[in-house]
């Protein structure tokens, strides 16, 4: 089993900054790349980071240039600090593993964060 417990969200103003982090524990052995999605009332979840073992980033558009994703690999921890946000943002934010074991690639998901952008 592999617990995701991601930390940081909260209500912030437009402009304003956040730092959310995740923390895996478990049976983790070979891990593929770890992320963020997000999902907002009434929209499927989207990708908004994503950081490889080899340490490649992609990002969504919309967050581009104002979000950076970041991992602590000894601590298999996932950042992502968000900078300039914008109402916009406010969704559930969730953390992602992927691992490749024996058996199959297994993807994790931790239980989400809410970030809210208003004034």
């Known amino acids: 089993q592999v617990q995701l417990v991601e930390s940081g969200g909260g209500l912030v103003q437009p402009g304003g900054s956040l730092r959310l982090s995740c923390a895996a524990a478990g049976s983790i052995f070979t891990i593929n790349g770890m992320g963020w999605y997000r999902q907002a009332p009434g929209k499927q979840r989207e990708l908004v980071a994503g950081i490889t073992s080899g340490g490649s980033t992609k990002y969504a558009d919309s967050v581009k240039g104002r979000f950076t994703i970041s991992r602590d690999n000894a601590e298999v921890t996932v950042y992502l600090q968000m900078n300039s946000l914008k109402p916009e943002d406010t969704a559930v934010y969730y953390c992602?593993?992927?691992?490749?074991?024996?058996?199959?690639?297994?993807?994790?998901w931790g239980q989400g964060t809410q970030v809210t952008v208003s004034s």
């Open positions: 992602n593993l992927v691992q490749s074991l024996n058996t199959g690639t297994y993807e994790y």
